[in-house]
């Protein structure tokens, strides 16, 4: 299935993509995106060959794709357009491809944009056909007449965004009676200067100079003061600079929405724009403006001096010497480490092409045997918590993988300085460990060695491990679909020897060495039982270690969406015990984090357990005064400002039906504001009532759920979650006292 988008309304290409997502019940793991501007069109070709580890479909986007049009920008990559045209007529079919162009004509004459048309379908998102109903859909559930429609598009406009950014404003002022009135668009929409000021944000971000000019020219002319133009643009420039600061902190475009009380789509757009400015220039910038402000007021500026000065911006060009010359030092410290390490390789390889087979083998081989090896540990061992280490074993598993992976965090602004100076001396390590090894081979090497494949068998040795290590999984899984069964062993073997058979030829250039291969390969499958069998048996005791009470600084529990830490482990222990000899596979969730007093984590996350087989111990645990400071200190420290409570009533459906266990992701919350003494009293009528909690607050099966939410002391958006039950008397009065909306 392929897509072909494209026009200026990038709005209506968004929602477009929302409901291709919608209609294929895609999720954000089943999406991948690519910037063809600076992406090579091959790796996103590659990546929708390829098949979903996930789920049955997936979706691959190309944004960008100005090779579609006739414009020709600077610095763009040159697109290998002949590998586009063979994807169209062998597509994958079970990816959705799309490609995205910003861009109100396609040109025609390219072979490329008439083999898309013929294939995909295309959508052109110029202009919304009707007005009218495109607004009307903008309010959904909400009440405004036809007039009070008319008269909003007038004072807006037909810009999507700023029509879909003004609608959001007005809801929410409107969410009680859901009633949009002309005293509230009167009152709460943007005057004509908004709509100007956004649009000169944007011909000064695409350094549109002359438009720039002409529009700021326009707006002067009709009367609009200089000091409101400086007043809207140091607005826009604030929240360029807020979102782009508070992305690259680790805040996704959700919590920035919602910190800085705006839509996410204009968040969207803000860290776009943001790109375009190093932080240093926008805060420049900021200050400019206010020094600018200031000269204003005093009548120490005219306004053909902020003229030149938005001339200025409008011609900018990233000239900041200290996000360059750090760039240029990672750069080179990247360099010499993969150099370093590459080395090692071309040292004991005797060849070019022996060089290549073992550089790849090892670099991209050890990372599918790392996540091998977390795979069989998660299939055997109770309590492996998958997410927590393969992350950190992949990064880890190759100097490449590890400098690629960081290096792109460092691209992206997401790494503090903290991490930045931690990578720095991670990548003089490998650099230093990596020439005294290339040294030492080097000296050892015997020079009768030279025009064989390797100098040294240990390289040939590790790298047909790893391949036969790798096919033989493969095959197993494959055939035997994910099962570790007699089966899977049948397959593996075939897989492993053949795979380490193909491997001795490629390399000893026929097969002279059948024997010794198939030896290898052998070796490999039986490395992998062995493994795999020291996991089924647990030898080392790894599922049923707990660790010693004395040794232990605190512990974690997570279970429910509820998060408990624990000085005394007494009561955990006991419940740890109980799980790891009484085995049941309920689906139930619970995970353990112990912090050792040696400051290392002991982790372990189950999967499979049955909450109602430690309901006691459970309900202690959430009654539990440790459970009761938790709650308190998430509301003081966590909550302090942007204060708010929704509720979910989990047993009638939209449809009134009783449904109990109702999903938590059918549930639509409505939020209600409240002042701090509120919250709290909230809060406290709830820990009241928490000793007469049953299982019903640790099951699906409570019926009423509170969301709180706001904003803690480092700006960030954070939520809490509190499960009522009928006899919570005291929490249900305040509920209703303090008129919390109940959907």
């Given at each position: 299935m392929m897509y072909l988008l494209y026009g200026?309304?990038?709005?209506?290409?968004?929602?477009?993509?929302?409901?291709?997502?919608?209609?294929?019940?895609?999720?954000?793991?089943?999406?991948n995106e690519y910037q063809m501007d600076t992406v090579s069109l091959k790796e996103a070709i590659d990546d929708a060959e390829t098949i979903s580890f996930f789920h049955d479909k997936k979706a691959v986007i190309l944004n960008q794709c100005t090779f579609l049009t006739t414009a020709t920008k600077k610095g763009t990559l040159e697109q290998p357009i002949e590998l586009l045209e063979e994807y169209i007529k062998h597509p994958n079919p079970s990816t959705i491809f799309i490609c995205v162009v910003a861009s109100e004509k396609l040109d025609e004459r390219k072979k490329i944009v008439k083999a898309l048309k013929k294939e995909a379908t295309v959508v052109e998102c110029n202009q919304v056909s009707n007005m009218n109903q495109f607004i009307q859909e903008l309010f959904?559930?909400?009440?405004?007449?036809?007039?009070?429609?008319?008269?909003?598009?007038?004072?807006?406009?037909?810009?999507?965004?700023?029509?879909?950014?003004?609608?959001?404003?007005?809801?929410?002022?409107?969410?009680?009676?859901?009633?949009?009135?002309?005293?509230?668009?009167?009152?709460?929409?943007?005057?004509?200067?908004?709509?100007?000021?956004?649009?000169?944000?944007?011909?000064?971000?695409?350094?549109?100079?002359?438009?720039?000019?002409?529009?700021?020219?326009?707006?002067?002319?009709?009367?609009?003061?200089?000091?409101?133009?400086?007043?809207?643009?140091?607005?826009?420039?604030?929240?360029?600079?807020?979102?782009?600061?508070?992305?690259?902190?680790?805040?996704?475009?959700?919590?920035?929405?919602?910190?800085?009380?705006?839509?996410?789509?204009?968040?969207?757009?803000a860290l776009e724009k943001g790109r375009m400015f190093p932080s240093d220039i926008l805060l420049t910038y900021l200050k400019q403006l206010a020094e600018l402000d200031y000269q204003i007021k005093n009548g120490e500026m005219n306004i053909n001096t902020f003229v030149e000065y938005v001339n200025e911006i409008s011609k900018y060009v990233e000239c900041s010497v200290k996000p360059i010359l750090k760039g240029y030092a990672f750069n080179l410290l990247i360099l010499f480490a993969l150099a370093a390490f590459s080395l090692i390789f071309m040292i004991c390889a005797g060849s070019i092409f022996d060089l290549i087979i073992s550089f790849f083998t090892f670099n991209a081989g050890i990372v599918l045997v790392q996540i091998i090896n977390s795979s069989l540990c998660s299939y055997f061992l109770r309590g492996y918590p998958y997410d927590t280490y393969t992350g950190s074993l992949v990064n880890l598993s190759s100097p490449y993988w590890f400098a690629f992976t960081r290096f792109g965090d460092l691209l992206s602004g997401e790494l503090s300085r903290r991490s930045e100076i931690t990578l720095a001396i991670a990548l003089l390590i490998i650099t230093f460990l990596s020439l005294a090894a290339s040294l030492a081979l080097y000296r050892r090497r015997k020079s009768e060695k030279s025009g064989i494949s390797y100098a040294y068998n240990f390289i040939y040795t590790v790298c047909g491990l790893i391949v036969g290590i790798i096919a033989a999984f493969g095959a197993g899984a494959i055939f035997a679909e994910g099962e570790i069964s007699p089966l899977f062993w049948i397959f593996a073997a075939v897989g492993g020897v053949l795979a380490a058979i193909t491997f001795g030829a490629i390399n000893d250039r026929g097969f002279k060495s059948i024997k010794r291969s198939a030896v290898m390969g052998a070796i490999s499958v039986v490395m992998l039982g062995t493994f795999a069998a020291m996991l089924a048996t647990d030898c080392f005791g790894y599922s049923r270690r707990i660790p010693a009470a004395d040794k232990i600084e605190s512990v974690t529990m997570r279970f429910t969406g509820t998060e408990i830490a624990f000085k005394d482990p007494k009561t955990v222990l006991e419940l740890h015990e109980k799980i790891v000899t009484e085995s049941t596979d309920n689906g139930d969730y619970l995970s353990l984090d112990y912090t050792i007093k040696s400051g290392r984590h002991f982790v372990r996350n189950y999967t499979d357990i049955s909450y109602s087989d430690y309901m006691p111990l459970l309900l202690k645990l959430y009654k539990s005064p440790e459970h009761i400071k938790k709650i308190r200190s998430s509301i003081s420290d966590s909550i302090i400002s942007n204060r708010s409570v929704s509720a979910r009533d989990y047993t009638v459906t939209d449809e009134g039906k009783t449904a109990p266990g109702y999903s938590y992701e059918e549930a639509v919350y409505e939020e209600t504001a409240v002042t701090e003494a509120q919250l709290k009293k909230l809060v406290e009528a709830y820990i009241s009532d928490l000793p007469k909690a049953t299982y019903k607050s640790i099951t699906d099966e409570c019926p009423l759920s509170l969301e709180i939410s706001g904003v803690d002391k480092s700006h960030k958006y954070t939520y809490i979650y509190l499960k009522v039950e009928e006899t919570f008397e005291n929490t249900l009065a305040v509920i209703k006292e303090l008129n919390v909306k109940i959907s």
């Open positions: 200026k309304e990038e709005l209506l290409i968004q929602r477009k993509i929302e409901q291709i997502k919608k209609e294929n019940q895609l999720q954000d793991l089943d999406i959904k559930n909400y009440r405004i007449s036809k007039e009070d429609i008319n008269l909003f598009q007038k004072r807006v406009g037909n810009h999507l965004e700023l029509l879909e950014q003004e609608a959001e404003k007005l809801k929410i002022a409107a969410i009680e009676d859901k009633m949009i009135t002309t005293e509230l668009i009167d009152d709460l929409t943007v005057q004509t200067i908004d709509l100007d000021i956004f649009s000169l944000i944007e011909a000064i971000v695409n350094k549109q100079k002359e438009k720039a000019m002409t529009m700021l020219d326009e707006m002067i002319k009709r009367g609009e003061e200089p000091i409101m133009i400086l007043i809207m643009l140091a607005n826009q420039f604030r929240i360029i600079y807020q979102a782009k600061e508070l992305y690259q902190k680790g805040y996704t475009e959700k919590n920035i929405a919602s910190m800085l009380n705006i839509h996410p789509f204009r968040i969207k757009k």
